[in-house]
């Protein structure tokens, strides 16, 4: 999952995860690892960019707003995001944005 993410003729919608990680981060790559697996396999993802340097960005594209929440309430889904909650993240934001257009060569 290196890259530009291959999405498809708008509309669809973009998941931007914005974090800070703290300090000691016993498991993240792991975590973070699989959750990038798991949500390939999950209907509706089309695709996903991710960058980390003090700033962390993962924007996951999906086809529609019903396909992010089913994500949202996955299982291990939801064990990693309290995870980050009570272990990674010093801070972090989630901003759900419907993309109507995409061009680039």
């Known amino acids: 999952m290196n ?3 291959e999405t498809p ?3 669809y919608y973009a998941v931007v995860f914005t974090s800070i990680l703290r300090e000691g981060e016993d498991g993240y790559a792991e975590m973070a690892n699989r959750m990038m ?3 390939a396999q999950q209907p509706g993802f089309l695709g996903v960019e991710s960058v980390r340097q003090d700033v962390g960005i993962t924007v996951s594209y999906w086809s529609a707003p019903e396909a992010i929440s089913q994500w949202k309430q996955h299982a291990e889904h939801l064990v990693a995001q309290e995870y980050g909650r009570s272990r990674w993240y010093a801070d972090f934001r989630i901003r759900i944005c419907k993309v109507e257009r ?3 060569f």
């Open 3 to 5: 890259g530009i993410a």
């Open 102 to 104: 995409d061009y680039g």
């Open 37 to 39: 697996e798991l949500a």
């Open 9 to 11: 003729k708008p509309p």
